[in-house]
C-alpha cells in the first residue's frame, strides 16, 4: 500500500473519530448545564442524587462505562445494541450502527459530567451582586440567566473547557475496546498485513485535529476579551 | 399624600435582630438621608424596600398601595417568594443603586441601560413580533430614553464603551441612569460614593444633586454627612436597628436631642478633621 492508499484508508476511520467527536458535543454541553443546574438545585434529594451520579462517572474509567452501556443491557436479556446493529446493517447495509450509538451515549454521559462540573465553577463564580442589579431591574430568573450570567460563564469556562475537549478528541481512542472502527482500530487493521508505521502515523491526524481546535479556542478567547471582569 | 409609606419593620437573622420597627414616611420629591454607624441596618433597610429581603414584620406602602405586608406574608411567605410577576411588578416601583455598581460588565454602557426595558417590553409581545422588535418604535424609544438618560448624567459620549473601560464615578453614574430608565418612584442609593476614591465622588454626589432638583425622590444612605444636610429635605440617624433620631438637617445636624446622635455626629466631624490633615 502506497503512503496515499494509507492515508485514505486511515481518513475512513478518522471521519468517524470526528463524528463521535462531534456528537458528543453536541449531546455533552447542553446535557452538561443541565446536569449542573441539577446538582445546585435547593431540592435537597435531587442534588445529592445528581452529586452522587457525577462522582460515579468521573469516578469510573471510560473505557468501564462503553462496556456498561454496551453490554449490560445484553444481561438484562434486551441486547437493543445489537437489535441496533442488525437493523442498520440490513436496511441501510451500515456496519455497527449499534456499538457507535452505544459510544456516543457513554462519550455523552461521560463528558456531560465533566462540563457539568465547569459550569457549576463558573456559575458560581459570578457574584451574587449581577442577580441582585437584575431582580431590582425587574428582570425574571431566565431573563436574568440568559442575558446576564450565561454570557459571563461562557467567557470564563472558555479555557478550562477547551482543555476538556481537548482531551476528548484522544478519548475517541478508546470506542474500539467495543470494536468501533475509529482512526487507530483503523490502523491496527494495517498490522495484520505487516504495516506498521501507519499506528504511529495515526499521531499526525490527531495533532493537527487538536492544533485546529487549538486556533479555534484561541480565537474565540480572542473574541471574548472585548470587556474584562 | 405620602408617596412612601414605611411602618413598623422588623427584620432578623436567626438570631441578631437587624431591624427592630422602622417607621418614616416620605412624600413626592424629597429626599431621604439616612445615617448611622456601620451594622446599624441600613443597607438591611433598603434590601427591604426593593425586595431584596423580606421584612418579617411591617408595611411597606406606595402610592396608598400597599405593596408588603408583614403581618400577611408570614401566613403566606412562600407565595410572595416564588412570586415572581407579582414581585417584579412591586420592586419596580424602586430602584437600588448599590455601593459597588454591579454593572453588567458584558454590555456596553447603553445596552446597560436597555437590556430591562427591551426585555420587559418584548415580554409582551408575540413570538414573531419579538424576531423584529430591534426595528420597531418600541425600541427606537427605549433608546432614544436610554441616551437622553445618559446625556442627565454626563455620559452620552461613552454610550459604546463597557463597563471596564471607565473610572468607578463614571460607572456609578451609569448605574445611577440604568435605575432611572426604568421609572422608578423611589430611588434608593446605597453609599454610592463609599467605593470610590475621593476625587470620583464629587461627580456621583453632583448627579444626585441634580436629580433633587428634577423632583426625584431619592432615599441615600451616606456617610458623607455635608452632603446629607446639604441635599436631603429628612435625615434619619439609624442605630442599633431603630430609629434614633429624625428630622430636616438642621434638626438632626445641628440640634440633636439624642445623645447618640451627637456622639455620632461628633465622631464623624473628627474623623473628616482627622482626614483633612
Ligand atoms: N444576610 C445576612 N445574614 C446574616 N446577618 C446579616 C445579613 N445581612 C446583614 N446582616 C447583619 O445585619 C447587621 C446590619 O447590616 P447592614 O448591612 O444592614 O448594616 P449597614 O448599616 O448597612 O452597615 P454599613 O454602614 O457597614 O454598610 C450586621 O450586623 C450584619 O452582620
Ligand atoms: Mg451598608
Same mark, same amino acid.
Given at each position: 500500500m502506497s503512503f496515499l492508499d494509507v492515508t485514505l484508508y486511515l481518513l475512513n476511520g478518522f471521519k468517524l473519530t470526528c463524528l463521535l467527536f462531534a456528537l458528543t458535543l453536541v449531546f455533552a454541553l447542553p446535557l452538561g448545564l443541565l446536569i449542573s443546574f441539577c446538582t445546585m438545585s435547593r431540592i435537597k434529594p435531587l442534588s445529592i442524587l445528581f452529586k452522587i451520579i457525577v462522582w460515579i462517572v468521573r469516578g469510573i474509567p471510560l473505557m468501564?462505562?462503553?462496556?456498561?452501556?454496551?453490554y449490560v443491557p445484553g444481561f438484562l436479556n434486551n441486547n437493543i445494541f445489537a437489535k441496533v446493529d442488525l437493523y442498520f446493517l440490513l436496511n441501510y447495509q451500515v456496519q455497527d450502527m449499534g456499538r457507535f450509538i452505544a459510544v456516543v451515549i457513554a462519550f455523552s454521559i461521560n463528558y456531560a459530567c465533566y462540563f457539568s462540573e465547569i459550569y457549576r465553577g463558573g456559575i458560581q463564580s459570578i457574584p451574587n451582586g449581577?442577580?441582585?442589579?437584575?431582580?431590582?431591574?425587574?428582570?425574571?430568573?431566565g431573563q436574568t440567566f440568559s442575558h446576564v450570567i450565561l454570557p459571563q460563564v461562557v467567557k470564563r469556562i472558555v479555557p478550562p473547557m477547551s482543555n476538556e475537549i481537548i482531551t476528548l478528541v484522544k478519548d475517541t481512542a478508546l470506542a474500539r475496546v467495543i470494536l468501533v472502527t475509529e482512526l487507530i482500530m483503523k490502523a491496527e487493521r494495517l498490522m495484520a498485513s505487516a504495516l506498521v508505521w501507519p499506528l504511529f502515523y495515526t499521531g499526525v491526524f490527531y495533532l493537527i485535529f487538536v492544533g485546529v481546535l487549538t486556533l479555534l479556542f484561541g480565537f474565540i478567547e480572542k473574541k471574548m476579551s472585548y470587556y474584562k471582569v | 399624600?405620602?408617596?412612601?409609606?414605611?411602618?413598623?419593620?422588623?427584620?432578623?437573622?436567626?438570631?441578631?435582630?437587624?431591624?427592630?420597627?422602622?417607621?418614616?414616611?416620605?412624600?413626592?420629591?424629597?429626599?431621604?438621608?439616612?445615617?448611622?454607624?456601620?451594622?446599624?441596618?441600613?443597607?438591611?433597610?433598603?434590601?427591604?424596600?426593593?425586595?431584596?429581603?423580606?421584612?418579617?414584620?411591617?408595611?411597606?406602602?406606595?402610592?396608598?398601595?400597599?405593596?408588603?405586608?408583614? @403581618?400577611?406574608?408570614?401566613?403566606?411567605?412562600?407565595?410572595?417568594?416564588?412570586?415572581?410577576?407579582?414581585?417584579?411588578?412591586?420592586?419596580l416601583h424602586f430602584g437600588l443603586v448599590f455601593q459597588n455598581f454591579n454593572l453588567f460588565p458584558h454590555k456596553s454602557v447603553i445596552d446597560n441601560l436597555m437590556l430591562a426595558p427591551v426585555l420587559q417590553a418584548k415580554s409582551e409581545l408575540s413570538f414573531i413580533e419579538r424576531w423584529r422588535f430591534e426595528k420597531s418604535r418600541a425600541y427606537a424609544a427605549i433608546r432614544e430614553k436610554a441616551l437622553a438618560t445618559l446625556s442627565r448624567v454626563g455620559l452620552a459620549e461613552k454610550k459604546n464603551n463597557y463597563p471596564c473601560e471607565?473610572?468607578?464615578?463614571?460607572?456609578?453614574?451609569?448605574?445611577?441612569?440604568?435605575?432611572?430608565?426604568m421609572n422608578p418612584d423611589i430611588l434608593c442609593f446605597d453609599e454610592p460614593t463609599s467605593a470610590l476614591d475621593p476625587e470620583l465622588t464629587g461627580e456621583v454626589l453632583k448627579v444626585i444633586r441634580e436629580l433633587k432638583d428634577t423632583d426625584t425622590t431619592m432615599i441615600v444612605v451616606t456617610h458623607e454627612?455635608?452632603?446629607?444636610?446639604?441635599?436631603?429635605?429628612?435625615?434619619?440617624?439609624?442605630?442599633?436597628?431603630?430609629?434614633?433620631? @429624625?428630622?430636616?438637617?438642621?434638626?438632626?445636624?445641628?440640634?440633636?436631642?439624642?445623645?447618640?446622635?451627637?456622639a455620632f455626629l461628633s465622631s464623624r466631624?473628627?474623623?473628616a478633621g482627622g482626614k483633612d490633615e
Open positions: 468501564l462505562q462503553i462496556f456498561i452501556i454496551y449581577q442577580y441582585e442589579a437584575c431582580a431590582v431591574l425587574g428582570m425574571t430568573k | 399624600m405620602a408617596i412612601l409609606e414605611v411602618r413598623g419593620i422588623k427584620k432578623s437573622f436567626g438570631d441578631t435582630n437587624v431591624l427592630k420597627g422602622i417607621d418614616f414616611s416620605l412624600e413626592k420629591g424629597e429626599v431621604l438621608a439616612i445615617i448611622g454607624s456601620s451594622g446599624s441596618g441600613k443597607t438591611t433597610l433598603l434590601r427591604c424596600l426593593n425586595f431584596l429581603e423580606f421584612a418579617d414584620e411591617g408595611t411597606i406602602a406606595v402610592n396608598d398601595e400597599v405593596l408588603y405586608d408583614g @403581618a400577611a406574608e408570614k401566613v403566606a411567605k412562600k407565595k410572595l417568594k416564588h412570586n415572581d410577576g407579582m414581585l417584579r411588578k412591586k420592586r471607565l473610572s468607578g464615578g463614571q460607572q456609578q453614574r451609569v448605574a445611577i441612569a440604568r435605575a432611572l430608565v454627612m455635608e452632603f446629607a444636610s446639604d441635599v436631603a429635605d429628612k435625615v434619619i440617624y439609624m442605630a442599633d436597628g431603630v430609629i434614633e433620631e @429624625a428630622g430636616t438637617p438642621e434638626e438632626v445636624f445641628r440640634h440633636p436631642k439624642s445623645e447618640k446622635t451627637k466631624k473628627t474623623a
